[in-house]
């Protein structure tokens, strides 16, 4: 694969502007002889992105959109917004936000001869958040969020013979992944600490089972 991102920051009175473009590329140089004969696949995605930043007194506001063309999957839009309060003494953040996404399926995923499905669609997706920060201490805080995300036509991997578990990669329709996280980090001049705990319910939509290999 071949990457190559250009990006650059301007500020603009109290608006902070950042831009990007990017490329990505893959081309499959080589053939399997468990599968299919992949040589000469190739695949290109460009993307082009703006985010503006600004704060006003304890609030903050960044918002912008992306833009992605695929070579294969076409052109989608995936704007996302945030905000956030700071409180006075800079002891308590606030924040929400939300936003749509877009993922293509990878060459593995399309390809790979143990699951590889070349009959895929992307991925769209909806994300919201919202969480609180306490600073405990100059150097410790406390997080704790909640988390919403809605997605089209999921990539999963579906078991279809339980003793050798061979299977293939498939669309969920609709998925959704909601969950909490809570969190303690710490830091200094020497030391960097995390600890993280996530309880989440991965479902499928349409069957309300549970999406395997998703911990709850």
Sequence with gaps: SRDAVVADIASLGAHALTGFVSCERW????????????????????????????????????????????????????????????????????????????????????????????????????NYEAGIRHALTAHQSLELSAFQNEIDDLIDYVVTDFETFAGTNQNVAEARIRGVEAAWRYGDERWQAHVEAIYQQPRDLATDAVLLRRAE
């Design 27 to 126: 081309k499959v140089d080589d053939a399997s002889n468990f599968g299919p004969n992949l040589e000469g696949q190739r695949t290109t995605l460009w993307g082009v992105g703006a985010q503006d930043t600004v704060t006003f007194g304890a609030f903050t506001v960044t918002a912008g959109p992306r833009f992605d063309s695929h070579s294969t999957y076409g052109d989608h839009w995936s704007p996302r917004a945030t905000v956030s309060w700071l409180s006075s003494d800079a002891l308590w953040k606030v924040r929400a936000s939300g936003g749509a996404g877009f993922r293509a399926p990878t060459i593995g995923e399309l390809y790979y001869p143990f699951g590889g499905n070349p009959d895929l669609k992307p991925e769209r997706s909806r």
